[in-house]
Antibody, heavy 121, light 106 residues
Framework: EVQLVESGGGLVKPGGSLRLSCAAS????????INWVRQAPGKGLEWVSS????????YYADSVKGRFTISRDSAKNSVFLQMNSLRAEDTALYYC??????????????WGQGTMVTVSS | DIQMTQSPSTLSASVGDRVTITCRAS??????LAWYQQKPGKAPKLLLY???SLESGVPSRFSGSGSGTEFTLTISSLQPDDFATYYC????????FGQGTKVEIK
């Protein structure tokens, strides 16, 4: 079964750090661009970051640039999101999502179930 | 940055109705647009990509059109399973989402 499974969420104080993981299975992980998308409670979807199949192309939303770092490990079939200097407004459910067809430009055809990040003192 | 604006924010409709949701981009995105459906407590589900291509397994009552900056999602005959929130997304540059349209029971 093709799937993505996120982990690593939790409660963290403002200014703290957290590392999210996205484990892929059921497809050739090294062929696909992976994204992180977040959704604050009761709000809409916000694209956060993307990493291409070979890690050549990495992009961030302005709201997280300089604080978040995306990376991937093909040996572990995983993508990571290192989140530093966390703020209350980073509180959200974080999804990882695959870009369809193995291209760098495409819709997100496979999504994980999400991992919740809560930033609060 | 490309901004995506959906309208309406909320739509009240009945089973069997034809429903149309509009999405506007702040600059041309060619046809690099997707539509997603999200139900409470669930991850978004891809419905259409490249403005009008139906994702595998998605019912044919869903259709999309448009190019450049104006796009529409149409549900030809609303079914009980279609009451949900719908998002457009441009993926021409990065991946901005619209603010969502909640389709609720009238």
């Amino acid at each position: 079964e093709v799937q993505l499974v996120e982990s690593g969420g939790g409660l963290v104080k403002p200014g703290g750090s957290l590392r999210l993981s996205c484990a892929a299975s059921g497809f050739t992980f090294s062929d696909y661009t992976i994204n992180w998308v977040r959704q604050a409670p009761g709000k809409g979807l916000e694209w956060v970051s993307s990493i291409s199949s070979s890690s050549t192309y990495i992009y961030y939303a302005d709201s997280v640039k300089g604080r978040f770092t995306i990376s991937r490990d093909s040996a572990k079939n995983s993508v990571f999101l290192q989140m530093n200097s966390l703020r209350a407004e980073d509180t959200a459910l974080y999804y990882c999502a695959r870009v369809q067809f193995g291209g760098s430009k495409g819709a997100f055809d496979i999504w994980g179930q999400g991992t919740m990040v809560t930033v609060s003192s | 940055d490309i901004q995506m604006t959906q309208s309406p924010s909320t739509l009240s409709a009945s089973v069997g109705d034809r429903v149309t949701i509009t999405c506007r981009a702040s600059q041309s995105i060619s046809r690099w647009l997707a539509w997603y459906q999200q139900k409470p407590g669930k991850a978004p589900k891809l419905l259409l990509y490249k403005a009008s291509s139906l994702e595998s397994g998605v019912p044919s009552r869903f259709s999309g059109s448009g190019s450049g900056t104006e796009f529409t999602l149409t549900i030809s005959s609303l079914q009980p399973d279609d009451f949900a929130t719908y998002y457009c997304q441009q993926y021409n540059i990065e991946g901005t989402f619209g603010q969502g349209t909640k389709v609720e029971i009238k």
